[in-house]
């Protein structure tokens, strides 16, 4: 089984941080590109930030410049740092990690964490 848990979700004023955290473990292995996405009331789910084994990171156009994705291949983590958050930010973020088994890819999922911007 594998799990994976996100972290480090919360409330926060515009303009605020906040950094997101998860981690991956269980009988997991052949880890590919980990990344968040996110999912706002009444709207499909986003990627916002992804990133390979060797270091090559994606943004959504929404986010660059603002969020910085960072992982540890050695713990399995992933970390999202969001910085100058819009109100249309909040979302539920959901941390994903792909592994690849022979020909093979894999999706797994965490429970999501709550990112609420107001004031």
């Known amino acids: 089984q594998v799990q994976v848990v996100e972290s480090g979700g919360g409330l926060v004023q515009p303009g605020g941080s906040l950094r997101l955290s998860c981690a991956a473990s269980?009988?997991?292995?052949?880890?590919?590109?980990m990344g968040w996405y996110r999912q706002a009331p009444g709207k499909q789910r986003e990627l916002v930030a992804a990133?390979?084994?060797?270091?090559?990171?994606d943004y959504a156009d929404s986010v660059k410049g603002r969020f910085t994705i960072s992982r540890d291949n050695a713990k399995n983590t992933v970390a999202l740092q969001m910085n100058s958050l819009k109100p249309v930010d909040a979302a539920v973020y959901y941390c994903?990690?792909?592994?690849?088994?022979?020909?093979?890819?894999?999706?797994?999922w965490g429970q999501g964490t709550q990112v609420t911007v107001s004031s």
């Open positions: 990133i390979t084994s060797g270091g090559s990171t």
């Open positions: 994903n990690i792909k592994t690849v088994v022979g020909d093979l890819m894999y999706d797994y």
């Open positions: 269980g009988s997991i292995s052949g880890i590919n590109a």
